[in-house]
């Protein structure tokens, strides 16, 4: 790391760059809300936010720019908005995210270009415009300072296509941050060293920089992530979607890890921030040496980088529909799910269906008529089956606010506008707490049809006294070996078919956009929202208990090690349920101390990925400094968690994810 590198992320990670920060209560809205044409006003209000700016320049930063003013006020007004939204659904806040654009259909070309073939539409030129003027205020801001470097790059970019990795670098962090200004948020990174690749060879060709200058201008890149990252919503801080992914497999099978690729990984281990968070494509073939290198950056307590199987995944995708030039060319949106750039306008997360909910309703309501256990287990299918179908029919009339400028970075749109979608608009449908499903199950299965400890009706008036007065019966329930995890032939074989069910329920069903309906085996915030949702589940979870982030084992067990879970968990048919949901495993900072730990890890995560399974995330967690860290939080400013599709600052989590985390402590291996 240079000196220049050390000073920036000294002066940005406690974020000293706030001191810019500026109110911007001297745009007045009604400057851009006239009209009807909402495209028109959107662009408006992106030329009122970025022209609102002030160049900021920090010392020694070689790329730039600085978001001085918050979000701007809407572009419908309080009255448009009620009258909008009672016809309408809503997802999140309204507007265009969590999704990828191709950054090449701007860097490649220049906005002039652009503004040349779209002198037609005002929104369009308006937007550009401003992105353009944006730049020039920086590139006169930075001859007033004597950074006449700075000043050469903006006289090419944005105006005019990248040639040299520090113009495509500066030109995708202009964009970038203009996307957060136009309102979009969880905007990808996507495939950064396949379309940065080209530009480092140009450079190392012509001779204008090293390897090692390629690396500070992509670690002053990622610190410029971290500028601006508490403008940036979500449910937590953090939350961002800022993340990229790594190498992958072409239609042919040709391995893409390149130059770029290693830079990526070396910048974020030596940089050690959250943002941005890294993605790893790998298959079968991938050389072990390159799990190794990839277990380092585990090891510095990162959780990251994020394990994606192009074995399973772009099989998955092929399944569901997607072209497989399109497949071969995925990416992760914010948390796991997985999106196609440039194409894709889907959106992966617009609900959650409860596992151990349903399982819980099949108790209360079912388990009464039902005479065998198989009779009980078919009520829990017919529960997933119709609550799935439920979900597909509560989010008709999607509406999205218009995003002129990410438009640009889109193909195959329905309209001018990707806010009403593009060749893909599917919906995925998380699917929560897969562990304590299953093992609510088969504790059914013992406690009413094998040991006959207890009928329906004592079943539910155990559960509804949260096992107050039943503790003997909770311990020997909890005891029972057949856990999802355990590599046990029940639970797997039942995964496999709650998922198999899930995915069968929604197949075939199309949404609203003409798209289709992806089951997926993630969690997001819902572990915590369905938990309180639910009272004490048959597996011995009491109410209110926290559920498993992601595809994992339910918190509280004592497995019999992680190859077991490894086994377990890539037993069922991921290709099913591939909107995305990672199986989460937690280490000891103990398991990674030395080379010896690392190989270990590496080797693990190989097993899954040749077992079939589709994504892996790890955590290094250590119990005592996350206690200490809720007790002290000055002493752990920097201290980093996975929390459930992205990493964070442990001590600026809310109190109900940070225990869940101290949870899934107690299951490190």
Not at 291 to 307: C, V
Not at 331 to 358: Q, R
Not at 362 to 367: G, I, R, S, T, Y
Not at 605 to 628: S, T, W
Request: hydrophobic share 40%; with cysteine.
């Amino acid at each position: 790391m240079t000196e220049a590198i050390k000073a920036l992320r000294a002066y940005i990670l406690p974020r000293s760059q706030k001191e810019f920060r500026r109110d911007n209560s001297f745009i007045d809205p009604a400057s851009y809300r006239t009209g009807p044409d909402l495209r028109l006003r959107a662009a408006k209000r992106l030329s009122a936010a970025l022209d609102g700016e002030i160049p900021v320049i920090l010392d020694g930063e070689k790329i730039t720019g600085l978001r001085t003013l918050a979000n701007l006020p809407d572009i419908l007004t309080p009255e448009e908005n009620e009258a909008i939204w009672a016809e309408n659904y809503k997802h999140e806040q309204g507007y265009v995210c969590n999704i990828c654009p191709d950054y090449t259909m701007l860097i490649s070309r220049g906005l002039d270009a652009v503004i040349a073939e779209n002198v037609d539409d005002e929104p369009t030129v308006i937007a550009l415009e401003a992105v353009k003027r944006f730049a020039e205020s920086y590139r006169e801001k930075a001859l007033e300072i004597g950074r006449d470097d700075i000043a050469e790059t903006l006289s090419v970019v944005p105006a005019g296509p990248a040639v040299t990795l520090r113009q495509a670098l500066q030109f995708l962090r202009l964009i970038h941050l203009a996307l957060w200004a136009e309102g979009e948020y969880h905007i990808i990174l996507g495939r950064f060293d396949q379309y940065m690749q080209p530009y480092y060879e140009h450079d190392i060709k012509a001779g204008i920089i090293d390897r090692g200058g390629a690396l500070e201008l992509v670690e002053d890149f990622f610190l410029n992530c971290n500028k601006d990252s508490d403008l940036y919503p979500g449910m937590q801080q953090g939350d961002n979607g800022q993340s990229l992914i790594l190498g992958g497999y072409d239609l042919d099978g040709r391995d893409m890890f390149n130059e770029m690729s290693q830079i990526v990984f070396d910048a974020s281990l030596e940089l050690k921030v959250i943002d941005p968070k890294i993605n790893l494509r790998v298959s079968s073939k991938t050389p072990i040496e390159r799990y190794k290198m990839a277990t380092r950056l585990t090891a510095a307590g990162l959780g990251f980088p994020q394990y994606e199987n192009d074995d399973v995944v772009v099989p998955g995708l092929v399944r569901l529909g997607y072209d497989r030039a399109d497949a071969v060319n995925y990416v992760v949106a914010a948390c796991w799910e997985f999106i196609v750039p440039g194409v894709g306008v889907d959106v992966p997360n617009i609900d959650a269906l409860s596992f151990v909910g349903e399982v819980n309703a099949a108790v209360e309501f079912d388990l009464s008529s039902c005479p065998t256990f198989d009779d009980f287990r078919d009520a829990v299918m017919r529960r997933i089956d119709a609550e799935a179908k439920r979900i597909t029919g509560a989010h008709d009339s999607l509406w999205m606010r218009p995003a002129p400028l990410m438009s640009l970075m889109f193909a195959e749109k329905k309209t001018r506008d990707v806010s009403d979608g593009a060749k893909y608009n599917n919906y995925g449908i998380h699917g929560t707490g897969i562990g304590p499903a299953v093992d609510s199950i088969l504790a059914v299965k013992k406690l009413v049809y094998e040991d006959r400890t207890l009928d329906a009706e004592g079943l539910i008036k155990m559960l509804r006294s949260d096992f107050i007065g039943y503790e003997a019966i909770r311990s020997s329930v909890m005891s029972d070996g057949r856990k999802f995890g355990a590599d046990e032939p029940e639970s797997n074989a039942m995964a496999s078919a709650l998922l198999s069910r899930f995915a069968d329920a929604i197949d075939g069903i199309r949404n609203d956009r003409g798209g289709i309906w992806r089951a997926g085996t993630g969690s997001a915030m819902y572990y915590v929202f369905h938990a309180k949702d639910i009272g004490a589940s048959p597996d011995g979870r009491l109410a209110g208990g926290y559920l498993p982030a992601n595809y994992s084992p339910s918190l509280g067990l004592k497995l019999p090690g992680p190859i077991s879970i490894v086994r377990s968990f890539t037993e069922p048919d991921l290709t099913k349920v591939i909107n995305g949901g990672p199986l989460t495993l937690e280490f000891a900072a103990s398991a990674v101390r030395d080379q010896a730990g690392i190989d270990k890890i590496a080797m693990l995560v190989r097993l899954f990925v040749v077992r079939g399974g589709h994504q892996l995330q790890l955590n290094v967690l250590d119990k005592a400094h996350l206690l200490d860290a809720q007790e002290h939080p000055e002493k752990y400013k920097n201290l980093v968690v996975r929390v459930w599709g992205w990493s964070g600052y442990f001590v600026e989590l809310d109190r109900c994810y940070q225990d869940q985390i101290i949870q899934r402590a107690d299951l490190t291996v």
